[in-house]
């Protein structure tokens, strides 16, 4: 199974990809490691990996914090 982690502009390849068997799709800023480990295979642009890298959850201080309380409530 594959897992394509696309970025949210990118409309028409989630569209194609919903389409294929055994291919999930998700947002690549909603990337889970529980994701990852229940896929086979993952597909994910050079420039979302490294966002999702430096991301806030990769980080532990009060201002990441208050981003993931952020990004959880829109």
Known sequence: SCLAALAP???NARLAARN???VD???AHE???FNMLNHR???ISREDLEAWLAGPS???DKSARKARAEASAS
Do not use: P
Request: net charge positive.
């Open 9 to 11: 502009a990118n409309r």
């Open 20 to 22: 294929i068997d055994f």
């Open 25 to 27: 799709t998700c947002a």
């Open 31 to 33: 990337l889970t490691c």
């Open 41 to 43: 295979t993952l597909l």
């Open 58 to 60: 990769s980080k532990t």
